[in-house]
């Protein structure tokens, strides 16, 4: 299996198992009462945003993980302009982790 099809497996499972908050407005929701185990922000959301939402995560400590592969949240919110999520598994968080570091250019 591919990398980038495997952390889109883990992601559609985190979704079903209800380990996953979808929208920066539900993450941001979420971090106000608990702490994410990953954080993951799309490229092309807004500086503006991406500054909020990763200020909040970095004041209690969550693991963030921006990612370069805009092809990621098309294929796995194909019909919704998402542009980060969040997992609340650290078995899941870890996986996806390990894939993105896979498939994230290193500069």
Do not use: H, W
Request: contains cysteine; aromatic residues 6%; proline residues 3%.
């Amino acid at each position: 299996m591919q990398i980038s099809n495997k952390v889109e497996a883990l992601i559609g499972f985190s979704i079903k198992a209800g380990k996953c908050i979808v929208g920066l407005n539900a993450c941001e929701k979420y971090i106000e009462k608990r702490k994410p185990k990953l954080l993951v922000i799309s490229e092309l959301m807004s500086e503006k945003s991406k500054n909020k939402i990763i200020k909040k995560a970095e004041k209690i400590g969550a693991k963030i993980k921006i990612d370069v592969s805009e092809n990621l949240f098309d294929k796995v919110f194909p019909q919704r302009d998402i542009k980060c999520f969040l997992i609340t598994d650290s078995g899941f968080a870890e996986q996806i982790t390990k894939c993105i570091d896979e498939i994230t250019p290193k500069f």
